[in-house]
């Protein structure tokens, strides 16, 4: 048996038992054609790039041209809830003063009740008496009385403050919230007009840019394919088949128009 032909039953015996990648014969073959379109391919794909906006390239034009609008609406929403959390600040600050001078007023009224009725005690000679006792017990009974009724008013009204004022934290965060997910459909909504506005005004030189890509891949695929063909010369239908199948990266090298033809022109055999 001739060298080459030995050869060439060494690679199919090799291929039947590995079929892990492509034969070296093959690769350099692909590998020459590919570089032989190389720079012509670059440069309409360069082209492409240029024609074409990114997923984060209208993405940054949408937010650039949205971004006034998110800070003002933002700002509504925060003016308008630090606006009421200031009123009620300047509510829970009236309500503490206003019973703190309550309760000062009335502590003032016990001292004062009780200094008159030590000097009217005094000159009535009864200051050890129960008539004195009893007095004195009325009048820390009244003061504490009114103090008790202070102090729970003034912890109710505070409390629903504080409660309110927290009702209001939670309010603005939910507003906020609504607003960003409003606003991240905004900013959907904005990325597919950009986009789609990018096209239209590109879309003809885009098509041919396109089209002149698909040739070249088409021109590589058929070239690459009558290398396989060449390779195949030699073997079966069955091994043939058999090859194609188990190298299937082929496919992918190929493009689906060639890969389809070459496996017709194979069961033709």
Do not use: C, H
Request: net charge negative; hydrophobic share 30%; proline share 0%.
């Amino acid at each position: 048996m001739a060298s080459n032909e030995l050869e060439m039953e060494q690679e199919k015996t090799s291929n039947r038992s590995s079929s892990v990648s492509l034969p070296s014969k093959l690769k350099t073959k692909f590998e020459s054609i590919d570089n032989k379109y190389s720079t012509e391919l670059t440069t309409w794909k360069e082209k492409q790039d240029s024609l074409t906006l990114t997923e984060t390239e209208a993405s940054q034009l949408a937010n650039d041209e949205l971004s006034e609008y998110y800070n003002t609406q933002t700002d509504k929403i925060e003016t308008k809830y630090t606006n009421e959390q200031e009123d009620l600040t300047q509510s829970i600050t009236s309500t503490q003063d206003k019973y703190d001078t309550q309760l000062d007023k009335a502590e003032d009224g016990y001292k004062e009740d009780k200094q008159d009725l030590k000097f009217d005690a005094i000159d009535k000679g009864w200051r050890v008496s129960s008539i004195y006792e009893n007095e004195l017990t009325e009048i820390e009974s009244e003061y504490n009385a009114t103090k008790s009724n202070l102090t729970s008013e003034k912890s109710a009204k505070l409390e629903s403050l504080l409660f309110e004022q927290s009702l209001l934290e939670a309010e603005k965060e939910s507003a906020l919230e609504a607003f960003d997910i409003a606003y991240a459909q905004k900013i959907s909504d904005k990325i597919a007009k950009i986009q789609a506005e990018f096209e239209k005004l590109n879309s003809s030189e885009l098509s041919t840019v396109e089209d002149s890509i698909n040739e070249i891949m088409r021109d590589v695929g058929r070239e690459k394919t009558a290398e396989v063909l060449t390779y195949l010369k030699s073997y079966t239908k069955e091994d043939a088949l058999k090859f194609i199948d188990e190298n299937s990266e082929l496919e992918s090298e190929l493009g689906t128009e060639w890969w389809t033809a070459l496996v017709s022109w194979i069961n033709k055999k």
